[in-house]
């Protein structure tokens, strides 16, 4: 299992992330924190990693903690996937709690990378640009993710900040 990466300073990193984000007119103000997890595809419930981020009221940090060990989960039940949009399900499924929203991206080494609080398209550039930091993916990996999930945000936010 490679683990190189994980000693980058991912809170830092995920910080920097947020408040760039909170730049942009189109980011939801009332979004100031994210919990950020990390696991490998193999052991998902053993997290290397796992962060509140910002300004986050305890209640909301319970609910997106468990959505982001959600996205970890699935994730890992989808070994060919790169994307937690292409297992996520946006319809209202009475035999579940919650909706199954992406923000988690698989990197080429297995390790899973899960953000929940933000909306889902900047957890998943939020985990993209602390996996391109932190040398667990390379930028073109990054941009495959949010090729497949439609992810506007990208170009919106690399455009202005860079990784």
Request: with cysteine; aromatic share 10%; charged share 20%.
């Amino acid at each position: 299992m490679n683990l190189q990466g994980l000693n980058f300073n991912f809170a830092e990193n995920i910080a920097k992330t947020i408040q760039n984000l909170l730049k942009l007119r189109q980011f939801p103000q009332d979004r100031r924190g994210v919990i950020f997890g990390s696991a490998h595809a193999l052991l998902p419930d053993t997290l290397l990693v796992q962060l509140l981020v910002g300004d986050l009221p305890a209640e909301r940090a319970i609910r997106f903690t468990g959505f982001m060990k959600e996205k970890l989960n699935r994730s890992s039940q989808h070994k060919d996937h790169t994307s937690g949009y292409q297992s996520a399900d946006f319809s209202d499924d009475p035999t579940r709690d919650h909706k199954m929203y992406p923000g988690a991206i698989t990197t080429p080494s297995g390790i899973i990378l899960s953000c929940s609080g933000a909306p889902w398209q900047c957890d998943e550039l939020i985990n993209a640009i602390a996996g391109v930091n932190a040398k667990l993916m390379d930028e073109a990996h990054a941009y495959e993710v949010a090729k497949i999930s439609k992810n506007e945000w990208f170009d919106l936010y690399l455009n202005k900040f860079g990784w």
